[in-house]
């Protein structure tokens, strides 16, 4: 507690403590309330509020010897009628709003206990309206009145007090300080059982308030500059500033301070202003009033002159004006200590100045604005919308009213549909944490209730797929004007370019562009797009393996984007949807891209993935974008009968692990799944065939079609640690791919069929079910087994004993790594499987040890299938594929 | 020395005299007193102070206080009030 604090005497600290435990208990036993309970006591009160409205502003006007008294009732009836308008239908209990798009309610959580610090300038007012607050959202609020206020406020709090509870309130739910001084008010801000400060006072008790170490909400000290520009309608914006700025003799802080004028409109409006009874100060009035009304010493105003009408004023200075003039105008060529009246002046005074420009006044504006009235409120007065949007712009006010009064614009509810307060939040500029209107929502804990939602999922394939022997046939129905096809020397010599030449319609004029069999680099593809360009071709068709096919992706991509930047499209994203780079979608040409496979491994003829290799980086580029899917996929196996045991093995083997890893992947779903697991299926069935009989044309067919269907499997669900893992320890060994998986695969699926040190969050799963999805595949391949553990200890068996059917080493030592090198090797290797995303998808989220140990794992090789305790999770749900 | 159990149902339309009423029966040399809340639905400022005393009263006598039955809103009020912690509760 601050020192303020201590020189409190022990006597009062009892009356103080016992205050503040009459407004806890209140609190807390208005948490039983409804929503029908405060909103049945919030309208009787308003009523009452009503009622006394004129009562309590002559208590006022007696009391502080501020304002007016007419004034001064009408903001009784603003701060009950108006509040209530607002409030009436608003939810302050229970649930308060509800977003069904988004799964989410928001609730009302009170407060607790309010210390409420009230001023001199609207006592009575700022009681009714915070009374009404506090009932409406359920909480308890202690009053600690202005002490030249002290007698109104207490009789509006006692008004107030005792129409709500006789009406169900619970006792002791509004205090008043009473004899109350600094100290009083400094150990309540502390106290541990006051939740919310709320002081609308002078900047002194306002900073108090913020220096509590409490939640606060603090009026700033206002500035209001109005521009008066040469299009406003006029006779309305000079009946508006008197209205405003006489309204209770200037009290209110939002009302006009200096009014900036066009030239072209300065005499008019001045005129105008004196024919509707203001004095117009020459030059000598005008700084015999700046040194009379501002303290010279603080350059802020004279507490004499506040809330005083205009002939008091002029009476100060020795002045002589008419009967019942409303207002003293004083022109000023400045802003700043030189010119005093440039300042806050809570009385009728109003300092005007000539400006020679648009871009003047909104300068004269600004300086205002930043001479004491950060973050309040400023006016313009305008027709000219680039104007007013400017204004906006640059001048910092919680509200800038447009063609309407300062002061009671700013009240809201009036004229505009501001909410109606009595306190302005005047945001960081006036020291404060909001710039709104302080409303009941301020006085209200606001918690959310967000239930789970499920993300949006997707299912993305190419237009269309064609598939079986003779599919290229399919290549006559395709039209095209200009046809490249991009392919490497290998298909050349085989003659399999030949095979797609003769199924192109003979009106399509044909060129063919021949790249290295090995994965593109930039330089070739840029050459690729030259030809396509060249040609104007409306159609590509890629020949080849997944380097062809990745190559002729961005040619297509670079040569209908000619400005996509390869760089910045392969920046890392963790969810495609919520990716910050997005791929371009303005085209400046069209190509139609058919891929035809001549491997079955990589699936790329339905994939939205492609590798580049820039060798002048030494790095490799992965794009990655639906956009680079294929438009058409033909899935022949005439094209891969002779492909080689070896070639068929690793590739197989790719295709598996795609299947198996898109099966586990927490992006999996039903419609990811049924390809997924069958495409395990298949490779179990074929694999071996193809390998030991690679002419048999059956089993050459399925696996064609097993890598396409675990390709669209993987596209939408992705891959998993297994390729991580492959892809570091095959970059930094020149291990393939396909054989790279291989050596992982049987540890990765007892890796992930185990209980995970780290889970990955996975919002479209319920639970970790990876254990379950391999005894499910385990199942659908007819493994045997009881229980999930004995089902997933046979499917690794089987995995193990299709690797050895294709003689794919046992271990990462039967390729000849000593084991000094691959240790060496083991922190790069295991910061770059780290970096690799796609273990993102996997559903146990591997720690840099867990690599290394799977890494090591591989090294020594596969043996007997080891389960960890893993798969005996209960089984709590049938996995649905 | 005596254990002396008291059971004392509170009528939820008079906590507070209910209250009252339990506190004239607490035993001075200790002992354990349950109070059965369930027919208590809000509770007031009046009860709660009643309450309030009825704990000072129960410590000072070294009597242990086992509140019954108590709702989730009623519960929620003797936290805010930081009455829950010298109570026992039972469902």
């Known amino acids: ?881 | 020395m005596t254990m002396i159990d008291v059971w004392v149902e509170i009528d939820g339309n008079r906590v507070a005299q209910a209250l009252h009423e339990a506190g004239e029966k607490l035993a001075s040399d200790g002992g354990d007193v349950f109070l059965d809340f369930s027919a208590v639905r809000r509770i007031d400022p009046s009860g709660l102070r009643a309450l309030e005393d009825f704990a000072g009263a129960a410590d000072g006598k070294a009597v242990r206080v086992t509140l019954r039955g108590v709702n989730v809103d009623v519960y929620k009020v003797l936290k805010l009030a930081r009455l829950s912690s010298r109570f026992s509760m039972v469902n």
Request: proline residues 5%; aromatic residues 6%.
């Open chain 1, 1 to 881: 507690m601050s020192d303020m604090t201590e020189t409190v005497t022990d006597e009062r600290i009892v009356y103080l403590e016992e205050l503040v435990h009459q407004a806890k208990t209140a609190a807390a036993v208005f948490t039983q309330y409804t929503q029908e309970d405060v909103d049945r006591i919030v309208k009787i009160m308003v009523v009452a509020g009503l009622e006394q409205a004129q009562y309590l502003a002559r208590l006022a006007i007696e009391e502080t010897k501020l304002g007016v008294m007419e004034d001064k009732a009408l903001k009784n009836m603003v701060a009950t009628e108006f509040v209530y308008n607002y409030v009436k239908d608003k939810r302050t209990v229970g649930q308060i709003a509800e977003f069904p798009e988004r799964n989410m309610v928001e609730m009302a959580e009170p407060i607790g206990v309010i210390f409420s610090l009230l001023p001199i300038t609207n006592p009575t007012s700022t009681v009714l309206f915070k009374c009404i607050m506090a009932i409406k959202t359920r909480n308890a609020v202690i009053f600690s009145p202005h002490p030249a206020a002290n007698h109104c406020c207490y009789e509006a709090v006692r008004i107030m007090y005792e129409t709500a509870v006789k009406h169900g309130a619970p006792e002791g739910v509004f205090t008043c300080l009473e004899s109350h001084n600094l100290q009083d008010n400094a150990y309540v801000m502390h106290h541990k059982d006051v939740g919310l400060i709320d002081a609308t006072g002078g900047p002194g008790m306002v900073k108090a308030a913020y220096s509590s170490g409490k939640p606060a909400l603090g009026v700033g000290p206002g500035n209001t500059p109005v521009y008066l520009e040469k299009s406003a309608d006029l006779s309305m914006a000079v009946v508006d500033i008197i209205t405003s700025k006489t309204f209770d003799n200037g009290t209110i802080c939002a009302s006009e301070q200096t009014v900036v004028i066009d030239d072209e409109i300065y005499d008019i409006v001045l005129r105008k202003f004196e024919e509707l009874g203001s004095h117009i100060c020459n030059e000598k009035e005008t700084d015999l009033l700046g040194r009379t009304v501002i303290d010279p010493k603080t350059g802020f105003m004279q507490p004499m002159a506040v809330g005083q009408n205009a002939t008091t004023i002029a009476r100060m200075i020795g002045l002589k004006v008419k009967p019942h003039t409303k207002l003293l105008i004083a022109p000023i060529q400045g802003v700043g200590r030189e010119h005093p009246l440039s300042v806050e002046k809570l009385f009728p005074v109003l300092a005007v100045y000539r400006a020679k420009s648009v871009e003047e006044a909104l300068k004269v504006c600004i300086d205002v604005n930043h001479a004491g009235g950060l973050g309040h409120t400023a006016v313009v007065f305008s027709r000219n919308d680039d104007v007013i949007r400017k204004f906006g712009e640059v001048i910092n006010a919680g509200r800038i009213i447009v063609n309407s009064p300062g002061s009671v614009g700013a009240l809201g509810g009036i004229y505009n549909d501001m909410v109606p307060t009595f306190s302005f939040g005047c945001g960081t500029g006036g020291g404060n944490s909001t710039t709104d209107n302080v409303n009941v929502f301020h006085y209200l804990n606001i918690k959310r209730v967000a239930r789970r939602t499920q993300a949006h999922m997707w299912f993305r394939v190419p237009n269309q797929i064609y598939f079986n022997l003779n599919a290229v046939e399919n290549l006559r129905q395709l039209k095209s004007r200009s046809t490249i096809i991009i392919t490497n020397p290998a298909m050349e010599q085989i003659g399999h370019l030949d095979v797609v030449r003769r199924n192109i319609p003979p009106e399509t004029l044909v060129h063919v562009s021949v790249i290295p069999d090995a994965e593109p680099e930039v330089n070739v593809v840029m050459q690729g797009v030259e030809a396509l360009k060249f040609y104007r071709v409306d159609q590509i068709i890629a020949l080849g393996g997944g380097s062809v096919i990745d190559a002729a992706k961005i040619m297509k991509l670079k040569y209908e984007s000619p400005e996509a930047d390869l760089e910045e499209l392969a920046a890392p994203f963790l969810d495609m949807r919520k990716r910050v780079v997005q791929y371009p979608t303005e085209k400046v040409n069209h190509a139609r891209l058919i891929a035809i496979s001549t491997t079955s491994g990589t699936g790329s003829e339905v994939t939205p993935f492609a590798v580049l290799t820039d060798k002048e980086q030494g790095r490799k580029v992965t794009l990655a974008d639906y956009s680079l899917t294929p438009d058409v996929a033909i899935v022949d196996p005439q094209f891969v009968m002779s492909m080689p045991k070896g070639l068929t093995a690793d590739t197989g083997i790719d295709c598996l692990t795609h299947a198996m890893e898109a099966g586990v992947s927490i992006y999996a779903s039903p419609y990811t799944d049924s390809n997924a697991f069958q495409a395990t299926r298949l490779v179990f069935k074929y694999l071996p065939i193809a390998y030991e009989q690679p002419n048999d044309e059956e089993a050459r067919t399925m696996m064609h079609n097993a890598a396409c269907i675990a390709a669209i499997a993987f596209s939408n669900a992705s891959v998993g640690v297994n390729h991580a893992l492959a892809h570091a320890f095959g970059a930094r060994f020149h291990v393939a791919h396909g054989r790279a998986n291989a050596l992982m695969l049987p540890h990765v699926i007892a890796f992930n069929a185990g209980v995970p040190t780290k889970f990955m969050p996975s919002p479209n799963q319920r639970g970790y079910i990876a254990h379950e999805k391999y005894a499910l595949a385990a199942e659908l391949l007819g493994l045997g087994g009881s229980t999930v553990e004995e089902k997933v200890k046979n499917l690794i068996v089987a995995t193990e004993q299709l690797l050895d059917q294709l003689a794919i080493p046992r271990s990462i030592a039967e390729l000849g790594i000593s084991k000094e090198d691959f240790e060496r090797a083991m922190p790069d290797m295991v910061k770059i499987a780290f970096d690799d995303p796609s273990w993102r998808s996997n559903p146990r989220m591997p720690l840099l040890s867990e690599l290394a140990e799977l890494f090591w794992s591989a090294y020594k090789g596969r043996g007997p299938a080891k389960v960890e305790a893993a798969s005996q999770q209960p089984h709590e749900e049938e996995v649905q594929v």
